[in-house]
């Protein structure tokens, strides 16, 4: 089941509900964060605050009339623009200014809400900063970013800019879940990617299954001392890299798969990510000093460093392999 605002922006969501109980909203916020930390759904739960028939403390009962008018864009008070094509134009921002120019319609409040603002065109930022700058009436207005350094500093400087938070591994996996997304490999995906369009970016890649059981097929036969995960590199792994993504994304689940080694070590088993290799990890390491299993860590960190120096990845993948044989085993 996908979260709701309140579970993903809890602070946010208190801080606003305070903001609207106390009359202190101010005429234009900056609600800037990766995609899928909550934009869009935060600047609809503070209109629905503001326009609820039965708000309790400046929290939207999520049920009413006027909730559900504006959760189905269908308020004639909650105005939205998104960009048209790739850009949001002047024609729309002059619709907005005409809009935020009348009286509301069903009352003395207007919310207006840009998506993407970053995709204004030039024509269009100068004519909303002109509005920005000379507010009039009672509204409020939010700007939606993932990309707040493209927009206009004076833009900016006109509102109060909000950072949405990051989604915890633990929301991530479980928007995930509700995304259709697998169990196992949104639990995986959690530890990998930032956002949930990473993510899901991520999962479409036609080889991240194989990725993800050639690389633990690889640290398994060399933990077992077997030289043909030396073999492997040349063999399996580099025939699966056609990009610098997927060079990014074997190397970082070579970090988690060695990262998995020093958890289970230490006792930290919760936050293993292939939880499958628990028994293997602790029947193949047992010999293995502590400072060792570290080490090796460090080594996979220190290689993913190396490979953004020019260096071939078939080149440093080899190297990997020999130097945590040298770690573990010498």
């Known amino acids: 089941m996908k979260m709701s605002i309140t579970e993903r922006q809890p602070f946010l969501t208190k801080h606003f509900a305070k903001l609207i109980r106390e009359n202190k909203l101010v005429h234009a916020y900056l609600l800037s964060g990766a995609e899928g930390t909550g934009k869009i759904e935060l600047a609809k739960w503070i209109a629905k605050g503001i326009f609820c028939l039965n708000s309790q403390n400046g929290v939207p009962c999520l049920k009413c009339s006027e909730c559900n008018r504006i959760e189905n864009n269908n308020h004639p008070d909650v105005v939205t623009i998104m960009p048209d094509g790739l850009s949001i134009k002047v024609e729309q921002i002059r619709y907005l200014k005409s809009e935020f120019n009348k009286s509301g319609v069903e009352s003395d409040r207007k919310v207006f809400i840009i998506q993407d603002a970053q995709k204004m065109s030039i024509g269009a930022a100068n004519s909303l900063l002109k509005f920005l700058e000379e507010p009039s009436g009672n509204i409020t207005a939010f700007l939606l970013t993932s990309e707040p350094q493209k927009l206009l500093p004076t833009i900016i400087s006109r509102c109060q800019e909000v950072e949405m938070q990051q989604l ?52 398994r036969k060399l933990l077992r001392k077997d030289l043909l995960s030396f073999v492997m590199i040349q063999s399996k792994i580099i025939g699966l890299i056609q990009n610098k993504e997927d060079q990014n994304l074997v ?37 293995i000093a ?41």
């Open 168 to 219: 915890t591994s633990g929301q991530l996996e479980q928007e995930l879940i509700s995304e259709g997304i697998s169990e196992k490999n949104s639990h995986i995906l959690a530890n990998l990617a930032q956002s949930v369009v990473e993510a899901k970016k991520i999962n479409d890649n036609e080889n991240f299954n194989k990725i993800l059981a050639t690389v633990n097929n690889w640290y």
């Open 251 to 287: 190397l970082q689940v070579i970090i988690l798969t060695v990262r998995d080694t020093v958890l289970e070590r230490f006792g930290l088993t919760e936050e293993i990510v292939f939880k499958e290799n628990i028994d293997f990890i602790q029947q193949n390491t047992a010999q």
């Open 290 to 330: 502590n400072s060792k299993l570290v080490n090796g860590l460090n080594l996979v960190v220190e290689s993913n460093r190396k490979l953004a120096s020019n260096i071939s990845m078939q080149n440093m993948l080899e190297t990997l392999t020999l130097n945590l044989f040298d770690c573990y085993f010498k």
